[in-house]
């Protein structure tokens, strides 16, 4: 009993004694603790101190989301019946060499559906020099101006939907309105009172992969449309030879929290394919057709505005693309010593749609947005003006698209949305990835987790 009251004691005095110092500013320094625990931590990971003398910026982010349609496959071949082929992976490194002279490069991998396949590829990468406010000039792989949000549609964090209104920002075409190799100069003028104006004019040209988002939209509109009686079921592209795009940008910032714009856009292309076994008449002929498409006079442009007020974003746009495209069909029709039947193909079309939408953050972790989206393949044609296949229903001319978007931020790193869409119209998805199209309503779930750093 005696022993364990001595140990007591003994234990008490220490802790009181140890408090005691820790209770005396003027016994321990607690930042100077702090400081020699850095060095300590410093001396064993001395890479740390010699990349932040490198003074590069570094940011990146990766997502997984999720697809599903009650009918139809959209933007991935098993969407009908949920489909995780929907991510996205990009890390960007970022260095100022002067005050004015800034270099940077954004390596993305990605996978939609059968596409892009988490294949690595420069997203872009430019020189950038910021002589003045008003004047800088970029070269190298640039980004393409199309109405006010397809130059940030990577960043997943600076929207509230998880997919952007495909009336404007039609996925398949994604690849032509992203990565363009070349110059551009840009700059932002003063208006005093009534905000600023920003400019960006851009020249270059656009490497098409085959087997990308717009060969697959291509091949699908000459499965569709064909050439006269011929059907080409099974028309695949070989390759594309891109000419050159020439870029405008205009944007109004008021200081009401109002942008108005417009861009534009100019380009041509060379398209080169092949059906191993053309129909005539719905019966297999057994012979092959080359096709080569000069794609010219290719004319894009968007008229945006755009609303902010405290927490509440209002936005607008509508974009048309029209083109001439000269088709020449060279039909194999016998074997050899016969010869091959070419016919050449003319063609204007117009491609437009529009969106309206909203979006308010409610809290600092919860946003709602909304839009309704009208996407339009064949512009005012009708079904009959537009294809030369009788059997296409009509509601392949549209797609009318009504979605409800909800975003939850755990932290300033995570980000988890879901959002619904109500379809009317089947013009997004393609023939390839869908036997038929019954029913022109249809439903689309869509949900994203991502992290961004």
Known sequence: MRKTVVIAAIVGFIFAAHTRLYASESTV????????????????????????????DIHGFASQG?????????????????????????????????????????????DLGDIYNDEPEIDWAYGDYHWQDWLGIRAGILKVPLGLYNETRDVDMLRTSVLLPGGVYHEPYREFMMGLIGVGVYGAIPLGPIGGMDYTVEAGTINLADDGGIAKQYEDDVRQIGMGPFM??????????????????LVWRSPWGLRLGGTFNRASFTTNGRDENYLAGGVSSGYACNVEMDTTEIRNYTLSAEYTWEDLVLAAEYWNNTFWTKSTFDFTVAPPPVPIVSVQQSTKRMIEGYYFSASYRFTQWFELGSYYSVYYP????????????????????????????????????WAFKVEGHRMNGTAYP????????????????????????
């Open 29 to 56: 320094d607690i930042d100077a603790l702090k400081e020699q625990i850095k060095k300590e931590l410093r001396a064993e990971r001395p890479w740390q101190d010699e990349i932040a003398s490198w003074k590069i």
């Open 66 to 110: 999720f697809l599903c349609s009650d009918k139809y496959n959209f933007l991935a071949p098993n969407s009908d019946g949920g489909s995780f082929s929907y991510n996205e992976i990009g890390i960007n490194f970022g260095k100022d060499l002067t005050d004015k002279l800034r270099i940077g490069v954004q390596f993305l991998a990605r």
């Open 232 to 249: 080409l079921s099974d028309f695949e592209i070989s390759d594309f030879d891109f000419e050159e795009m020439y870029v405008g940008s």
């Open 378 to 413: 064949f512009g005012s044609q009708s079904q009959a003006e537009g294809l030369n296949n009788p059997t296409i229903p009509g509601n392949k001319d549209y797609t009318k698209d009504w979605t409800l978007s909800t975003r939850f931020d755990f932290n300033e790193y």
């Open 430 to 453: 393609l023939f390839r990835e869908n036997d038929s199209f019954p029913d022109k309503r249809w439903w689309l779930l869509a949900a994203k987790i991502t992290f961004s750093f």
